[in-house]
């Protein structure tokens, strides 16, 4: 039986134009295209890192939230020790769907590099790892709904097995303009004792 407990240090929630940290409405915008919205938080947070404008909408939406989660980790003397663990339900099917179109009209056809190198779910954890330096263990799993459990239970495993410091987890679901990221810190130390009841009372808020 586990008896080692793990912490969430910070959360973050970005939904229907607003992002929450820490249970607190840090940006809240009219409704707005998902383009546009994620322009405006990037410019309200100084983000400076060109290469997001060049991302997916669900690149953009998990690079976001792990901003402002990771932000305060940066330190060039030592290195990010942070393990990625994400998840959504709809995979990259939103980007598949742009590419496919861009190959299945015989009159227009070209098939995008730019659009076809985020064919895959888990670019969005390249995009992360690259901006903060992260050289740690990152996955990325597919479930048909958000799985506090199994989140909690690999978080866990990675923790107490000394293969991250700490681990950032997401789910990141973005399909068609509906969009939901749920992101938090998970260390041996903080303010929430990390558990499926935490995980499932912050991600309803």
């Known amino acids: 039986m586990r008896t080692n407990k793990t ?4 959360y973050c929630t970005i939904q229907n134009n607003e992002i929450i940290l820490n249970g607190d409405a840090v940006l809240k915008l009219e409704s707005i295209p998902f383009s ?8 309200n947070f100084e983000m400076n890192y060109p290469k997001f404008f060049k991302m997916d909408n669900l690149s953009k939406l998990a690079f976001l939230g792990a901003e402002l989660l990771l932000k305060s980790e940066n330190d060039s003397d030592k290195e990010n020790n942070t393990a990625l663990v ?5 995979s990259s099917l ?7 179109n861009s190959i299945s009209d015989k009159e227009e056809y070209y098939p995008s590099p730019a659009v076809f190198v985020y064919t895959l779910p888990n670019i969005c ?7 903060h330096q992260l050289k740690s263990e990152n996955s990325f799993f597919i479930f048909a709904d958000f799985n506090p459990v199994f989140m909690e239970q690999y978080s866990n495993i990675l ?11 997401g789910w990141v679901e973005y399909y068609n303009e509906q969009y ?8 041996k130390e903080g303010d929430f004792l990390h558990n499926e009841q935490t995980l499932i009372k912050l991600y309803n808020k």
Do not use: H, M, P, W
């Open 36 to 43: 546009d919205f994620s322009k405006k938080a990037y410019q």
């Open 125 to 131: 954890l390249g995009e992360i790892s690259i901006r």
């Open 180 to 187: 939901t990221a749920f992101l938090y810190l998970v260390a």
């Open 94 to 100: 939103d980007t598949d769907v742009k590419y496919q």
């Open 159 to 169: 923790l107490e097995t000394n293969k991250a410091d700490k681990v950032l987890c």
């Open 7 to 10: 912490y969430i240090q910070s």
């Open 86 to 90: 994400f998840a959504n339900k709809s």
